[in-house]
């Protein structure tokens, strides 16, 4: 257990507590796209259902990393910068760690940027910038193996066990579903968008 630990930081439990949140969330809001991209979703839920839940799971994921990001630069008992969040392998402490945290952080704020401007970018551009998340994805999970108090205990194992698990399984649901005689693209655009 660390000092931090033992001093009860409400802060230092908050970063931590957010991240894993986030990481969850994360893992929710990319197997659902990966899901819903390979029209894995079998079950008698119609489609706008599965859109909205991970719409949400993304919004909350994004609010949760904002939590994580906010409470570990006030945080203060490690040297942690706002731009630090931002700029990669630039911090004083764990700088690799760290700078994993910052370029999935990007990445994820590049999906944001053009889901909202989605309608002036086109489909296309949106559609290949929303491919970050899946590389977002595990990038933040390296970040959280390394970066945190918690790395290499055995719940933070489980959890990062779980969500490569919940990956896997949605990728081989993906792959296994995209051979059954489709032509084009697994997603149709919108109309207008070809």
């Known amino acids: 257990m660390t000092i931090a630990a033992t001093s009860g930081s409400a802060l230092w439990f908050a970063t931590r507590?957010?991240?894993?949140?986030?990481l969850i969330l994360l893992t929710l809001t990319v197997v659902l796209g990966v899901s819903n991209v390979a029209r894995v979703h079998r079950l008698p839920i119609p489609r706008f259902v599965f859109d909205s839940v991970?719409?949400?799971?993304?919004?909350?994921?994004?609010s949760f990393v904002a939590l994580h990001v906010?409470?570990?630069i006030a945080d203060g008992y490690v040297p942690i910068r706002v731009a630090d969040a931002?700029?990669?392998f630039g911090a004083a402490y764990?700088?690799?760690?760290l700078g994993l945290g910052a370029v999935s952080l990007d990445l994820l704020l590049a999906v944001i940027v053009t889901s909202l401007?989605?309608?002036r970018l086109g489909y296309r551009l949106w559609r290949?910038?929303?491919?970050?998340?899946?590389?977002s994805w595990p990038v933040a999970l390296l970040h959280s193996l390394g970066a945190g108090s918690d790395?290499?205990?055995r719940w933070m194992t489980a959890v990062a066990i779980g969500c490569t698990a919940a990956m896997i399984a949605a990728v081989a649901a993906r792959l296994a579903g995209s051979g059954h005689g489709r032509s084009g693209p697994l997603v149709p655009a919108p109309r207008g968008a070809r």
């Open 86 to 88: 931002f700029v990669p």
């Open 151 to 153: 790395a290499g205990t």
């Open 17 to 22: 507590a957010t991240g894993v949140t986030a």
């Open 128 to 135: 290949l910038t929303h491919w970050l998340a899946y590389a």
């Open 70 to 72: 906010a409470s570990a």
């Open 94 to 97: 764990r700088p690799l760690w």
């Open 117 to 119: 401007l989605r309608r």
């Open 54 to 62: 991970h719409r949400n799971a993304a919004l909350l994921s994004v």
